[in-house]
């Protein structure tokens, strides 16, 4: 089992920055990749951006260019640098491990980010 404890979320103005955390423990040998997906209310989970074990990233089209994944393999730890925030950004933000076989084996509880316009 992994566990997954995100942090950073907040409320932040159209335009701003923040930077969240996702610190992974347990059977961390399991992890092939992590990242994030985020869900608006009404609307389904969205992929937002991956990052393998090997440094490897990958973004969702609403993101690229405006956010950044960064992962420290020491710590177990991934980031995401969100800047250039918009309104349609605002979602619950959820760490997701892929355990191998290119799917989400675990998910963290979620942190919220709003973002005002």
């Known amino acids: 089992q992994v566990q997954l404890a995100e942090s950073g979320g907040g409320l932040v103005q159209a335009g701003g920055s923040l930077r969240l955390s996702c610190a992974a423990s347990g059977d961390t040998f399991e992890i092939k990749a992590m990242g994030w997906y985020r869900q608006a209310p009404g609307k389904q989970r969205e992929y937002v951006a991956f990052?393998?074990?090997?440094?490897?990233?990958g973004y969702g089209d609403a993101v690229k260019g405006r956010f950044t994944i960064t992962g420290d393999n020491a710590k177990n730890t991934v980031y995401l640098q969100m800047n250039d925030l918009k309104a349609e950004d605002t979602a619950v933000y959820y760490c997701a491990v892929d355990g191998g076989g290119g799917h989400v084996g675990y998910w963290g509880r979620g942190t919220q980010v709003t973002v005002s316009s």
């Open positions: 990052i393998t074990t090997y440094g490897r990233t």
